[in-house]
């Protein structure tokens, strides 16, 4: 049971216009949400997170947006760049613990 | 310069043989974690650490095996059960949270 999904296993995107990647969860369990960045034959490097008390965080060039009714976040990265090109994994987790479910990642690249 | 090691880079084993992944941490944390990753399907969690001299299944646990004898180091054994041994693994470690990864180990079966 795939308690978050990412149903876009690819991206492409143009240099300069927004991307935007999408993550859906099952569990109403979730209150904290994650999205990792992820280049070829390298560790997931953390990029952005939001607690279940906000709508939207946002950090330079990333935004992240959760509705919670709809059990929906969206990454928002605006300008796109070439070196944006990676695996994006959203990642959800439960209560004070540390454990963390993840999505399967959406493949996203940024073409000049 | 805080961080989490992985060796080897690259490791080939014969089919039969078990073999054991290292990771190591300076950051630390009390919890670390091990993770498979295959294509199009995610990081799946293999076994994970709270604390030294506890450790939990994942929901992969079938045919690896791990100890936490100190708080630094979560070794991971692969052993000959594991039926498609062939992954990319990472090891990763927090203290809120968020999870630090390490570079990655990628096991080839041969």
């Known amino acids: 049971d795939q308690q978050v999904k990412q149903n876009s296993p690819s991206l492409s995107v143009q240099e300069g216009r927004i991307s935007i990647l999408n993550c859906d969860y099952t569990?109403?369990?979730?209150?904290?949400f994650l999205w990792y960045k992820k280049y070829p034959a390298e560790g997931p490097t953390f990029l952005i997170s939001i607690s279940s008390i906000k709508d939207k965080n946002e950090d330079g060039r990333f935004t992240v947006f959760l509705n919670k009714s709809a059990k929906h976040l969206s990454l928002h990265i605006v300008p796109s760049q070439p070196g944006d090109s990676a695996v994006y994994f959203c990642a959800a987790k439960a209560g004070g613990g540390n454990k963390l479910t993840f999505g399967t990642g959406t493949q996203l690249k940024v073409e000049l | 310069d805080g961080g989490i090691t992985q060796s080897p880079k690259y490791l080939f084993r014969k089919e039969g043989q078990n073999v054991t992944l290292s990771c190591e941490q300076n950051?630390?944390?009390?919890?670390m974690y091990w993770y498979r990753q295959d294509p199009g399907q995610g990081l799946r969690l293999i076994y994970y650490?709270?604390?030294?001299?506890?450790?939990q299944k994942g929901d992969i646990a079938e045919g690896y095996s791990v100890s936490r004898e100190k708080k630094e180091s979560f070794p991971l054994t692969v052993t000959s059960a594991q039926k498609n041994p062939t992954a990319f693994y990472l090891c990763a470690s927090s203290v809120f949270g968020e999870q630090f990864f390490g570079p990655g180990t990628r096991l080839t079966v041969l």
């Open positions: 650490s709270q604390i030294v001299n506890d450790f």
């Open positions: 950051l630390n944390h009390d919890a």
């Open positions: 569990n109403s369990m979730f209150d904290y």
